[in-house]
């Protein structure tokens, strides 16, 4: 496997949850690691937390000036260079199938998706050059059926089709794609959409971990672990990985 040290990594999304805990530990193994989020912040505290190994860049993935800024960032950052891009900015969309509004939905598919797509291409010509990885973040919605979610789910699920074709057409570049389907991790996901309160985001949480066969919902840090595995494994590629503690394998208790 390759070592992360001095590897440019960006990170999207990265002001806190999955992707904060991504920066942290890709800065440990020795990585110069940039993120990006719309909330300064935010990055700003990742940043103190981790040291100068972080870079921070505020921007809007859903805007192609912000998401050139995030290479252009990444690259000065990282020595004119980038290893891996790791998709993971996203929100929360929950919506009734018998409720459905095209506006909603347009706005799912370009945070969750068409976003993701867009600096994935860009950064191409970069991957290329140092035979690196793509990795997005999908999800267990895609695993098992929760009903009102079908909107997130659905951009989950492109992103998994997407990572297939993605790393068959770049395969014969050296570029390696691949996805990570989390299980349920406490993270402020639910919180930013608004959907709950604190106290009810943490009771979902307690009533979601014997879903999982390991009895537990996972942490940020164990699906970095994941994402760490698809960047480094050079003969790995259009996968989709399954960390998540089991949720996945369906099972009951009966």
Request: charged share 20%; aromatic share 6%.
């Amino acid at each position: 496997m390759r070592s992360m040290e001095d590897m440019s990594i960006l990170v999207t999304g990265g002001g806190s949850g999955i992707g904060a805990d991504c920066a942290s530990r890709f800065c440990d193994l020795g990585a110069k690691v940039t993120i990006s989020g719309r909330r300064l912040e935010k990055l700003e505290q990742v940043q103190a937390q981790i040291g100068e190994r972080c870079c921070i860049v505020q921007g809007d993935v859903t805007l192609a000036e912000d998401r050139q800024r995030m290479l252009d960032t990444c690259l000065a950052h990282g020595g004119g260079k980038l290893d891996a891009l790791v998709n993971n900015a996203a929100n929360m969309y929950r919506q009734p199938v018998d409720q459905y509004t095209e506006a909603f939905l347009r706005d799912a598919f370009e945070t969750n998706v068409i976003s993701a797509m867009m600096l994935s291409s860009a950064a191409i010509p970069h991957l290329q050059e140092t035979t690196g990885a793509i990795v997005f973040i999908g999800s267990t919605h895609t695993k098992r059926a929760f009903p009102g979610a079908s909107p997130y789910a659905t951009t989950k699920a492109a992103l998994e089709g997407l990572t297939k074709v993605m790393a068959a057409e770049l395969g014969p570049r050296q570029i390696r794609v691949g996805c990570i389907l989390p299980g349920a991790v406490s993270t402020e996901l639910n919180l930013r959409a608004g959907l709950f309160s604190a106290e009810e985001a943490s009771a979902r949480y307690d009533a979601v971990a014997g879903l999982h066969a390991l009895g537990r919902i996972g942490t940020g840090t164990e699906v970095a672990e994941g994402v760490e595995y698809l960047i480094r494994a050079e003969w790995v590629t259009g996968v989709a990985l399954e960390v998540d503690g089991g949720i996945g394998l369906g099972v009951s208790h009966f």
